[in-house]
């Protein structure tokens, strides 16, 4: 199940995608470890870490996290990961157009194969890299708002929005009725 829990404790599926290299699994360790490793390892297939966020309402999430490799050759593998996730937060490089193209191919793949109700988050990795900027927040703004998403920028370096990220998941989250 993708979504279960009370109405106090929500537990839910997330699926990391997007272009190998734009710091998917950085985001990751910087929510769940509070660290940024510059030396980290290439994610081979996928990794998997929870945490738990308690947020002001005194309700708790708890992220069950599929962080997916961007190679190509893993390409095949990402529906096992993103059917029955209840987020997808599709992750490209603020620094590179290239990675923002294929944000826009993972984007178009959720739309035809992942559940109807997916909650999809576009994020701007990169932030602290203003001065070498090649996608513009507006850009990625208009494109995320006309495909249904919300749209972040963040740093796994500094940390900057990488919280603020998950609590606007949660805020998202259909809350069970009680
Ligand atoms: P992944 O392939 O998407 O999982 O990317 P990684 O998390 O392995 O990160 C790829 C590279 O980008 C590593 O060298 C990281 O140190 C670097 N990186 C990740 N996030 C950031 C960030 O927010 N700012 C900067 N400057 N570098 C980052
Ligand atoms: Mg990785």
Redesign the pocket.
């Known amino acids: 199940d993708s979504m279960a829990a009370d109405s106090k404790n929500l537990r839910v599926k997330l699926v990391?995608l997007?272009?190998?290299?734009?710091?998917?699994?950085?985001?990751?360790?910087?929510f769940v470890r509070g660290q940024?490793?510059?030396?980290?390892?290439?994610?081979v297939g996928a990794s998997f870490l929870s945490q738990t966020l308690a947020l002001q309402d005194s309700t708790t999430v708890k992220f069950e996290i599929w962080?997916t490799?961007?190679q190509e050759r893993y390409a095949s593998l990402a529906p096992l990961y993103y059917r029955g996730a209840a987020v997808a937060v599709v992750?490209y490089?603020i620094t590179s157009l290239e990675t923002f193209r294929k944000a826009q191919y993972w984007v178009k793949e959720l739309q035809k194969h992942a559940s109807p109700g997916i909650i999809m988050a576009l994020v701007g990795?990169?932030?602290?890299?203003q001065a070498n900027r090649a996608v513009s927040s507006q850009d990625a703004l208009e494109y995320a708002e006309k495909n249904g998403m919300f749209y972040m920028e963040?740093?796994?370096?500094?940390a900057?929005n990488i919280n603020q990220l998950f609590e606007e998941i949660a805020k998202r989250l259909p809350r069970p009725s009680s």
């Open positions: 990391l997007g272009d190998s290299g734009v710091g998917k699994s950085c985001i990751v360790l910087r940024f490793d510059p030396t980290s390892k290439v994610t962080d490799a961007g992750v490089d990795n990169k932030a602290d890299l963040t740093s796994a370096k500094t900057d």
